[in-house]
């Protein structure tokens, strides 16, 4: 049986690869643990961004997401110490690799038993109840 251990953000696109491999008969045995370390990292993208991704479109569930923030914040644009997210009516879909990741893998880990209590109790906050407990 192989181990695949998606360790941070980074790696959240794994879980969502079962997708791809297992309809293909390839590491069908597989399992997948994700650890999450910063829940403010999760790869919100554009809902348009999907057909970039080479997943099936299966696997578009379980990426969808909405919020109401019209901005996508990224390392490479992040929300600033003093920023405030402006929050809309409106909704506006996106893509979320930690919400994928989240719900494709079959163990998710946090650094500690307490960083689990606190994300599990965020996750309303963060827009992605629909994940569950941790």
Same mark, same amino acid.
């Given at each position: 049986?192989?181990?695949?251990? #998606? !360790?941070?953000?980074?790696? $959240?696109? *794994? /879980?969502?690869?079962? @997708?791809?491999?297992?309809?293909?008969?390839?590491? $069908?045995?597989? +399992?997948? &643990?994700?650890?999450?370390?910063?829940? &403010?990292?999760?790869?919100?993208?554009?809902?348009? %961004?999907? %057909? @970039?991704?080479?997943?099936? &479109?299966?696997?578009?569930?379980?990426?969808?997401?909405?919020?109401?923030? #019209?901005?996508?914040?990224?390392?490479? @644009? !992040? *929300?600033?110490?003093?920023? =405030? /997210?402006?929050?809309?009516?409106? +909704?506006?879909?996106? =893509?979320?690799?930690? +919400?994928?990741?989240?719900?494709?893998?079959?163990?998710? *880990? $946090?650094?500690? /038993?307490?960083? &689990?209590?606190?994300?599990?109790?965020?996750?309303?906050?963060? %827009?992605?109840?629909?994940?569950?407990?941790?």
């Amino acid at each position: 049986m192989h181990v695949f251990f #998606a !360790p941070s953000h980074d790696h $959240t696109p *794994l /879980p969502n690869h079962q @997708d791809v491999y297992q309809p293909k008969g390839q590491f $069908t045995k597989a +399992k997948v &643990a994700l650890c999450i370390h910063n829940i &403010a990292f999760q790869g919100r993208m554009w809902e348009e %961004s999907f %057909s @970039d991704m080479g997943l099936p &479109a299966s696997s578009k569930a379980k990426l969808a997401f909405e919020d109401g923030t #019209a901005k996508i914040y990224s390392e490479k @644009d !992040p *929300l600033e110490e003093d920023e =405030v /997210p402006v929050l809309s009516k409106g +909704k506006f879909k996106k =893509v979320n690799w930690l +919400k994928g990741g989240i719900l494709s893998a079959d163990k998710v *880990l $946090t650094v500690s /038993p307490n960083y &689990a209590t606190e994300v599990s109790a965020l996750l309303g906050q963060w %827009s992605m109840s629909s994940c569950g407990q941790l």
